[in-house]
Each structure stands twice: as structure tokens, then as C-alpha cells.
């Protein structure tokens, strides 16, 4: 409601650079519709080319995660659920996260 575009644009030119991360390449695999086609278009018209050029968007069948995003990322890194090698152990990092 109160978020208009230059305030927006405003936000992604100013704030962003000035925080102390670096990103070199966001994937993102299978992403809902509503994201892949409505809200990702929106916000790539507010970024520069640059930021652009390190967001890519793999689309694939359901539950498998794209051929194409092995080119960047490793199956050691895609969770078992897209068909990648990772296992992630939901019980194990709950116990952890509950210890800390």
C-alpha cells in the first residue's frame, strides 16, 4: 500500500549495495507460478543488469530439480527431494537448534 515503485527502485539502487554481503549467483528451481511469472519480472525491472545476470530461474518437472542447474550448482548441494545428493536431517537440526 505504501511501497510505490520509485520508492522501491529506491530501496533495490540504494540500500541493497550498501549491505556487507556479496551474492554471486541466486538459483532458484521450480518456483511457484506466481513467483516465476509475476513477481520475479517485477523485480528484475528494478535491478541492474548486473544483479540480473546472477539470478537465474530453472524450471522442470515437478520434484526434479532442471539439468541445466547443475552447471551451477553441484548435486552434493541439491537437496535428495529434486534429485540432487544432499540429505538434509530435519530431526538432527532441530535437536541443535534447540540446544543453542
Do not use: Y
Request: glycine share 8%; net charge positive.
Amino acid at each position: 500500500k505504501n511501497m510505490n515503485p520509485p520508492a522501491f527502485k529506491l530501496i533495490l539502487s540504494k540500500v541493497l549495495p550498501t549491505l556487507p554481503i556479496r551474492v554471486a549467483r541466486v538459483c532458484i528451481i521450480n518456483p511457484p507460478w506466481i513467483i516465476g511469472k509475476v513477481v520475479m519480472p517485477i523485480v528484475l525491472a528494478f535491478v541492474s543488469k548486473k544483479i540480473k545476470s546472477r539470478i537465474q530461474i530453472f524450471h522442470g518437472p515437478k520434484g526434479i530439480a532442471p539439468s541445466g542447474v547443475h552447471g551451477f550448482v553441484p548435486p552434493s548441494s541439491i537437496p535428495e527431494e529434486l534429485g540432487g545428493e544432499w540429505h538434509f536431517d530435519f530431526d538432527k537440526w532441530l535437536a541443535s537448534a534447540d540446544a543453542a
